[in-house]
């Protein structure tokens, strides 16, 4: 299998990009959350955050197996706009 190392832990490929944007100390910080709320940015928003491999170990470990839900905002007007709205 191909390696890489990432803060000097080896990784799988697609985990390089999950511990990259979803390293551990923030998925640990996150887990206490009710929910998620991503605002990507620019190419960002063709990435599946929840969907991220953050570990393999001996099979794979998905950002989807540590947080809280997971939801997307295009911008943080329209999410202030969408949480204001009366339900």
Known sequence: AVTSKVAGVTAVPGE???E???PAG???KLKAARRVVV???AAL???PFEALLVGSGGSPHYA???LP???YAPSPAV???VTARPR
Do not use: Q, T
């Open 26 to 28: 923030l998925r640990g």
């Open 69 to 71: 839900p997971v939801c």
């Open 39 to 41: 605002i990507p940015d």
């Open 45 to 47: 928003h063709r990435v």
């Open 20 to 22: 990259a944007v979803l």
């Open 79 to 81: 999410l202030a706009v």
């Open 16 to 18: 390089v990009l999950g």
């Open 64 to 66: 989807l197996d540590e």
